[in-house]
């Protein structure tokens, strides 16, 4: 299943694509925007239209019907314009296959499903944010076989929305899909499908303008739409702390993503975790400084705080492991435990050069009880 | 509770399926070859449960009745469990159904003859090579009572059971839904077993399932009329009050229910297969379960530390024992408590 990045976290003035199957169901919109063809050296865009409005452009691709199509004409689009990643939205006249959906009535697209074959549906989805589920059918859906087995699946069933949904997943774009239901197959059989629909053309043309007119009115007024780009307000959020610009800290890429992986998982632990990690991990820094050490050298030491205080029982064990072990590393020697912890036993390596050495490292086995290790690993000892 | 039901065609006009479908008149019904080709066919988000949940109604086919894993329920005696019904009505923000199916929509298996049939060969079986107990649970991908109420189902195990005194059936819950089973006379071998989790833990991660205290009283309830009780304290999950919370959820279960009432008691630490846990993190991506000090295990399992885990059940055990219960009716579930090493 793949859910897709929510439309609101998204910069208004991104570019939007929006996809129809025939041009029928664009028209209305098409005039209402005052688009414009696509320039004409770019031959294969025949079925691209484009419009402005302040500094956003407004695609609007004809796919064809089929997911084939759509998924076909919509990537050569999306590669058009890389880097740039629009907002997609779909709109499109679509079968009702269930009384719970009513004719002449504009849905918006939860989950998108696919049939591969008549009786074989691919297994996969892809979940966007809308009230109803959505199929996208091999082949019209012109009877009421043809409902039976896919109303099991979802109440809608269009042709091209899952092709859609396959070329904007390669580019991570957002999708929003809109579907008229022009007709109720499961009631009214009809080969004339073609017809019904141009009949009902200037319905759904003025439903999906009406639409589109109220959508960018909150896509691009809304003040509360963030852009995709990391914005000061986003890392103070990601980093209440401010440790990543901090003057006296460094982090790689990887410790950086540790360090924010930590402050997710406190926040969701125990928000007062934030205010001891931020004194522990400041005091640390400040040291450091007057130390004249460099920044570097101490963020594992910061990371690990972190996480002592996300794992208090693993500190704890390490700790006293540490303590156990001690005898041995006074005698000299390297003692490792099993990373993971699932088995009682160490590995031990030293290093002999010197009679005293092994007399070091006998007094060291001397003072190390296994006993009290193995109840430690086993649970019998208290952390 | 259920947006629509499905049901097999070859069902459809069995009395099983005409008493579930009058409780849900209002709700559409389509009918279906086969629900093999529907269900589980595509992924279905999982928290769809909450507002789009569908019911299918049909009939298990293959095998009916499986061997339990190892470390499963009390040990020394052979463990099984029937397939009678496919996902729950609760939410637990731990729970394996997540990763386990495709769909969160509930399947009822309705030909209990076969499963019983089956249950009935087993028994013989072992009984026949020397063995007196048998036990058979259910539950495994479902709640035992949640539904109990629509599908009649536990009558007909009841009769089955009484007749088959080798043979010990544990129905596995959450639920507080005990209508259906007090209206049954008790049996030895017809043991209800509850689940239970810290007063702390089952308000933040049990999402839907009746209160901690509601299932004790039902507890009581169940005992005071004589029906065996099980107990699972399992997910444990760790938290800075592990013992304090622990405690307390140990002195409400004894002051409405003694240990002598109590057959056994299973205990279990919390763990993910990965794929669980991604659903755990998809579904749920605020809950404080997904701050645990967690690792991937030996086994690829997400889990506790072996040293935590080993201590958590050790403490919990100590502390019921502490409390009065026996330590023979206390068994580790899904945890060797070895000598690995």
Not at chain 2, 286 to 311: C, N
């Amino acid at each position: 299943m793949n859910t897709w990045p929510h439309t609101q976290t998204q910069d208004p003035t991104m570019p939007i694509v929006l996809c129809f199957a025939h041009r029928a169901e664009a028209r209305t919109l098409l005039r209402a925007w005052d688009f414009k063809a696509f320039p004409d050296d770019l031959g294969p865009w025949a079925d691209v239209f484009v419009a402005k409005r302040q500094d956003q452009k407004i695609y609007a691709l004809i796919t064809g019907e089929g997911v084939g199509q759509a998924q076909g004409k919509l990537s050569l689009l999306l590669g058009q314009l890389w880097p740039n990643v629009p907002v997609i939205i779909n709109y499109g006249v679509a079968a009702g296959l269930r009384d719970d959906v009513e004719q002449k009535k504009l849905y918006s697209v939860k989950t998108v499903y696919a049939q591969k074959h008549p009786n074989e549906m691919s297994f996969n989805s892809f979940q966007l944010e809308g009230e109803r589920d959505l199929v996208s059918a091999a082949d019209r859906v012109l009877d009421r076989n043809a409902c039976e087995y896919l109303s099991a699946f979802a109440p809608i069933a269009d042709r091209e929305l899952w092709g859609i949904c396959l070329a904007a997943q390669q580019v991570k774009a957002p999708v929003q899909a809109y579907k008229w239901i022009s007709d109720l197959p499961y009631k009214h059989e009809t080969q004339e499908i073609c017809q019904r629909v141009k009949e009902q053309s200037e319905e759904f043309g003025h439903s999906f303008s009406a639409h589109f007119q109220t959508w960018t009115q909150q896509f691009l007024n809304n003040p509360t739409t963030t852009t995709t780009t990391t914005t000061q307000d986003q890392r103070e959020e990601n980093d209440p702390l401010g440790l990543l610009d901090h003057l006296d800290t460094h982090f790689s890429t990887t410790q950086k993503r540790q360090y924010l992986g930590l402050i997710k998982a406190l926040t969701r632990k125990d928000e007062n975790l934030l205010g001891h990690f931020e004194k522990q991990a400041l005091t640390l820094v400040q040291q450091n400084k007057n130390l004249g050490q460099r920044p570097k050298n101490i963020t594992p030491e910061i990371i690990q705080i972190g996480q002592d205080l996300l794992s208090p029982f693993e500190k704890r064990l390490r700790q006293k492991l540490e303590q156990m072990a001690s005898p041995l590393s006074k005698a000299g020697a390297q003692v490792s435990f099993d990373p993971l912890k699932e088995k009682a036993q160490f590995t031990l390596k030293a290093n002999i050069q010197h009679p005293r050495h092994l007399e070091q490292l006998k007094i060291g086995l001397d003072n190390f009880s296994y006993e009290n290790f193995e109840a430690l690993m086993k649970g019998r000892d208290d952390v | 509770m259920f947006s629509r039901i499905f049901v097999e065609k070859e069902v459809y006009q069995t009395p099983r399926v005409q008493n579930i479908l009058k409780r849900f008149k209002n709700v559409p019904v389509q009918r279906i070859d086969d629900l093999e080709l529907i269900f589980n066919r595509v992924k279905k988000p999982y928290l769809q449960k909450r507002d789009q949940l569908q019911l299918f109604l049909g009939q298990k086919k293959g095998q009916l009745v499986k061997e339990t894993p190892a470390a499963y329920g009390l040990s020394g005696e052979p463990h099984y469990y029937f397939i009678h019904s496919y996902n729950c009505i609760y939410e637990c923000q731990y729970c394996y159904l997540q990763g386990y199916f495709n769909s969160p929509d509930i399947v009822l298996f309705l030909n209990y003859e076969d499963i019983a049939e089956e249950i009935i060969r087993i028994t013989n079986e072992h009984t026949s090579a020397g063995l007196k107990r048998v036990w058979f649970h259910s539950g495994e991908y479902s709640d035992s009572l949640a539904l109990s109420h629509i599908t009649g189902e536990l009558p007909y195990l009841h009769k089955i059971f009484k007749e088959l005194p080798e043979a010990t059936l544990e129905l596995r819950t959450k639920s507080a839904n005990i209508k259906e089973l007090l209206e049954l006379a008790p049996l030895p071998n017809f043991i209800t077993s509850f689940s239970l989790s810290t007063q702390r833990h089952s308000k933040e991660y049990d999402l839907k399932t009746a209160p901690l205290k509601t299932r004790i009283k039902i507890i009581s309830q169940l005992a005071n009329k004589g029906h065996p009780i099980g107990l699972h304290l399992d997910p444990i999950i760790y938290s800075d009050t592990f013992i304090e919370d622990t405690n307390e959820l140990i002195d409400l279960l004894f002051s409405s229910v003694s240990p002598d009432q109590i057959n056994y008691i299973s205990l279990g630490v919390v763990r993910f297969t990965k794929d669980v846990y991604h659903q755990v993190q998809q579904n749920y991506p605020e809950s404080s379960l997904l701050a645990s000090e967690f690792s991937k295990s030996f086994d690829q399992k997400i889990r506790y530390p072996k040293p935590m885990r080993l201590w958590m059940l050790h403490k919990v055990k100590s502390m019921l024992i502490e409390a009065g219960m026996q330590e023979k009716k206390i068994y580790l579930c899904m945890e060797e408590d070895d000598d690995q090493g």
